[in-house]
């Protein structure tokens, strides 16, 4: 399996369109008769979804769902264990059954003194007062034997309808994966994600930049990924900073250049520079065991999966290509890539990365995607032109990149490559003429 995520810091430069017909385009590269389904299409755009919209197919479960269903495991059920655990030893203790020695009695002391109570909602749960009181006479409390003190508050609260509660708590915060991808038969493709802005909620746009949250959020994606062998996941404009770890699991990031617009070209250079300093950052922490937060924990889950050599491994041999969108003619290819080899020499990294950096396609500035909301933007199959295009791209993707040069190839190269698209066989334009109009 392998995920290409596709980025570019500025708005509007074509992210979603390219995300969008990639992903058709390697559906098409890897059909064989009716196996299809071998691509899922991931709107990573937590504060916008459009895919959904665009292609017309929605998903009973979006992020949205996800995140309320993550947001209770993380922030109820993972407290109330503890607690639940804590008023039954205490319990116990008051009734006689256990001594004030017992190691596991002494555990829970230590967490009733220790747990965070900042995020609990008392008032959703039917002991969140007794919780709340309990927890409040935490300074009193000093020492284990002391606890005989709490025995009123600890009467109210029935263990059994206590634990009832948070057994069904437990099933209704286990996301199913099934419910939240969208096979699109039309297309032959899934896609995940999108609908309702999920920032657009206060408490997610507060949670989300909790480590437990966004690592159960990447838990999930992990295993939604798992049986797909190529995943594209679109990424917002600014990137997706709040799941930076997300990268770690990317095996290709592709950077969109929208050559018809100077300042994004400067920000996708610059995106180039952040991706570089991410990964090489990410490594010195990694060897020196001084990751934090999301990345640590992250990590330690891929180790487990994976190995130490896989991930080192798979972490220096990430894929940086280069989709040049919205192009009018070669020399404003030639201009993006001087502006580029100047930018990381003035950074003395062009040495280092030059072969790293590879050209994987362009797609020219086309009326026919020119159309905002519409069923314009999945344009593969519809323009053969601009379909020629995206098979390039998706070739390069099936080939790990060998087929594409690289940032040390001359420009003469580089643009022959871009321009040696493959014109159709008779055959495969029918074809392609005859499913674009059954579609
Ligand atoms: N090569 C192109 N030629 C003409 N129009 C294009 C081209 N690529 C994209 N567009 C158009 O540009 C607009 C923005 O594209 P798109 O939504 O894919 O950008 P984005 O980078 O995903 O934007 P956002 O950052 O808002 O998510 C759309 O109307 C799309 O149809
Ligand atoms: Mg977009």
Known sequence: MSIISVVGPKGGIGKTTLAINTTAALTRALASGKHNNRICLVDLDLRLP??????????????????????????????????????????????????????????????????????????????GNEIHELLMKRREIKSVSQIKKLQPILKKIDLDEFRRILDELSRASRPVMEEYISYIEEYGFSILGGEVPILGKRAHRKRINEPELLLRFLEFLDTVFQPFEHVIVDTPAGGVNHISSLMNVIDQVLFVFDLSNNIAINGSIDAVHTFIDYYEEFQADYAKGQLVGLDRAHVKRLIAQKGKGDLY???????????????????????ALKMLREYLDTLDKYHQYKTRIQIVGMVPHNKVINITNNKKSLFYNMDIGLSERMDQIAKAILSENTVCPTLADDDKTIISYLNKVKKPQLFDRLTKLASSSTN
């Open 313 to 335: 491994q798979s972490i220096k041999n990430k894929k940086l290509g280069l989709v040049f969108n919205r192009c009018q003619n070669n020399q404003e290819i030639v201009k």
């Open 50 to 127: 459009t895919i959904t919209s665009l292609l017309d197919s929605h998903p009973s479960k979006t992020f949205y769902d996800l995140f309320e269903c993550l947001d209770k495991k993380t922030y109820q059920i993972d407290f109330l264990k503890i607690v639940y655990l804590m008023a039954s030893r205490f319990q116990a203790y008051v009734n006689g059954n256990i001594p004030a020695r017992n190691e596991r009695l002494v555990k829970v002391f230590h967490h009733y003194h220790a747990i965070n109570t900042d995020l609990f909602l008392a008032s959703e749960f039917k002991f």
